[in-house]
C-alpha cells in the first residue's frame, strides 16, 4: 500500500498489484496518538518517521530508509479498534470486496481512493480483520516482502476452512501467473509467493473467547536480531509481554496494539 510515498530516488520500477497478487503488501497500524506509538515503536523496533500528505495523524514508518508499515492515529477519531492489520495485493478492490460479502464475510470501510490506489478494510467469516490493496506498490517490493515484516499469521477457527475463504478471494493456488502458492506443513497452512514465506494459518482460536488473543485474527510479525531486547525495551516504554521464548516474543504496545517480534534466524 502506496499511502502517498514518492519512489526512492534513482527507482525506476514500479510494482502494482495487477501483477503482484494475493500476498500480504502492506501492514498498517490503528493507534489514538503519534506522537506516542513513534516513540514506543521508534524505541522498540528502531524505526523513523515520514509524514504523508495524509495529514498529521499519519505516518510511514522506515527501518534502515525503506517504508516498512503505516501508522493512522484515527483509533479515538474513528471509533476503531487500537490493532495491527494486514493489507492483500488485489487486482481489483471492488470484486475483492465482493467475493469476501459472497462467502460471508462483512465490509468495513470502503473501497475508498488513497492515491495511487484504493483500499478497503473487511473481516472474514470468523471476524478477523484484514484489508486490501488495488494499486501501485512500493518501489523494490520484494525487498519488503522478504524483510518486513517476516509474515503474517492468522489464527482462526479452521485453518483448511479459511484457506478456502481467503483463496477463493485472493485466487491462491490458482493457475494464474503470479498466484501464492498454498501448502500444508502439519496442522498449518503455509502461504508463500515466489517461493517466500509470507503468511500462515493456524486452526484453534475460539470466536467467543472475551480474551482478543484467542478470538481469530490476524498477527504481524516482525523480524529483529533480538527478540529479548524488544521484549525489554516494550515493557520499558509502557507496553507488555504476553509471551517470550528465544526465537519469537508476543508482545502489546502502550496502546493495546498485539504484535510479535520474530528472530531473523528462526525465519
Known amino acids: 500500500m502506496n499511502h502517498d510515498m514518492p519512489s526512492p530516488a534513482g527507482a525506476t520500477d514500479v510494482f502494482s498489484t495487477h501483477s503482484v497478487f494475493g500476498a500480504p503488501c502492506w501492514v498498517s497500524l490503528t493507534s489514538r496518538d503519534v506522537e506516542t506509538t513513534e516513540e514506543f ?15 498529521d495523524r499519519f505516518r510511514i514508518a522506515l527501518a534502515d530508509g525503506a ?14 479498534a487500537v490493532a495491527w492489520t494486514p493489507y492483500f495485493a ?9 467475493r469476501v460479502q ?34 501501485e506498490l512500493f518501489t523494490d517490493w520484494p525487498t519488503w516482502r522478504r524483510a518486513q515484516p517476516a509474515f503474517v499469521r492468522l489464527h482462526t477457527r479452521d485453518a483448511f476452512d479459511a484457506a478456502i475463504f481467503y483463496g477463493q478471494v485472493f485466487d491462491w493456488a490458482s493457475d494464474k501467473p503470479g498466484c501464492c502458492e498454498v501448502q ?39 523480524a529483529v536480531k533480538d527478540v529479548a531486547a524488544c521484549a ?20 502489546r504496545d502502550n496502546e493495546g496494539a498485539q504484535f510479535t517480534v520474530t528472530s531473523r534466524r528462526a525465519r
Open 41 to 55: 515503536y521508534g524505541a522498540v523496533l528502531g524505526w523513523q518517521w515520514r509524514p504523508v500528505r495524509l495529514g
Open 67 to 80: 517504508p516498512v508499515a503505516g501508522i493512522a492515529a484515527v483509533a479515538g477519531m474513528w471509533q476503531m
Open 90 to 98: 488485489v487486482r481489483s478492490a471492488d470484486e475483492a470486496v465482493a
Open 102 to 135: 459472497e462467502r460471508g464475510g462483512t465490509l468495513a470501510v470502503g473501497p475508498i481512493s488513497l492515491a495511487p490506489g484504493r483500499a478497503a478494510l473487511l473481516a472474514d467469516r470468523d471476524g478477523a480483520t484484514f484489508g486490501v490493496w488495488e494499486g
Open 184 to 222: 500444508y506443513e502439519g496442522e498449518e497452512v503455509v502461504l508463500r509467493s515466489g517461493g517466500d514465506l509470507v503468511a500462515r494459518i493456524e486452526s484453534g482460536a475460539v470466536e467467543s473467547a472475551p480474551d482478543p488473543r484467542i478470538r481469530p485474527h490476524w498477527q504481524v510479525h516482525f
Open 232 to 251: 525489554r525495551t516494550a515493557e520499558q516504554h509502557g507496553g507488555s509481554v504476553l509471551s517470550l521464548t528465544d526465537d519469537e516474543a508476543v508482545l
